[in-house]
């Protein structure tokens, strides 16, 4: 993974990424995302754009019942034991994934840890794959109120499986801005027990 910049301003090291989305704490996460991707390649290769979003919103309702089923058994494996080291346990953690009669969902994983950022990224770049080939689906077919539903349910849940790391993402953009600002605040370098007022709309150091 090479260093990219945001918004042409800040520039991000790897291992600033990997400090905070660590691959053992995140390691049924990790797990999760690849499951998923993985299971988007063999749908990626039917060409009926009727069958292929079809296709799309069975793994996507497959996808809810395996994590619903997942989270259960979590919920029941804890109750009588406290997670060690911040550590996101399930059986997705453990690599033993259980597996059912899904028609879309791959639940195989590989018997090693995985990288979160290398996972992550591939997992979006299919993901864009998938949207590209669905936005060019809906321009072949009709499309009726079952399928503008089903294409809803797909793009909610994607945004949602996204957003949950974008969200960690802000917050690791905010505190390096934040410690940018700190080194060129001259109230802040005179006194460094006092801390930055981040809030640029009301904070009187920017008016």
């Not at 911040?86 to 879309?104: D, I, K, L, V």
């Not at 299919?126 to 590209?132: L, Q």
């Not at 690791?172 to 930055?196: G, H, R, V, W, Y």
Request: with cysteine; proline share 3%.
């Amino acid at each position: 993974m090479v260093c990219r910049a945001y918004f042409n301003a800040l520039m991000f090291d790897p291992d600033d990424l990997r400090g905070m989305f660590n691959s053992i704490r995140l390691r049924r996460r990790t797990r999760t995302y690849f499951m998923l991707g993985a299971s988007l390649g063999p749908i990626l290769a039917i060409s009926n754009p009727a069958d292929y979003i079809k296709a799309l919103g069975i793994l996507i309702n497959e996808y809810d019942t395996f994590m619903a089923e997942s989270g259960n058994k979590t919920k029941k494996r804890h109750f009588f034991r406290k997670s060690k080291g911040g550590e996101e346990h399930g059986s997705a953690s453990q690599g033993s994934y259980e597996q059912s009669n899904f028609s879309y969902l791959d639940t195989h994983t590989p018997p090693f840890d995985l990288d979160f950022l290398q996972v992550f990224d591939t997992f979006c770049q299919i993901t864009v794959i998938m949207y590209t080939k669905l936005a060019d689906s809906l321009l072949s077919i009709a499309i009726t109120q079952s399928a503008f539903d089903n294409i809803a349910k797909i793009d909610s849940q994607f945004k949602k499986v996204i957003g949950t790391v974008t969200k960690e993402l802000d917050e690791l953009i905010k505190n390096a801005i934040t410690k940018e600002l700190q080194l060129i605040d001259p109230l802040d370098m005179a006194s460094p027990e006092n801390e930055i007022n981040t809030d640029w709309e009301t904070s009187s150091i920017y008016k």
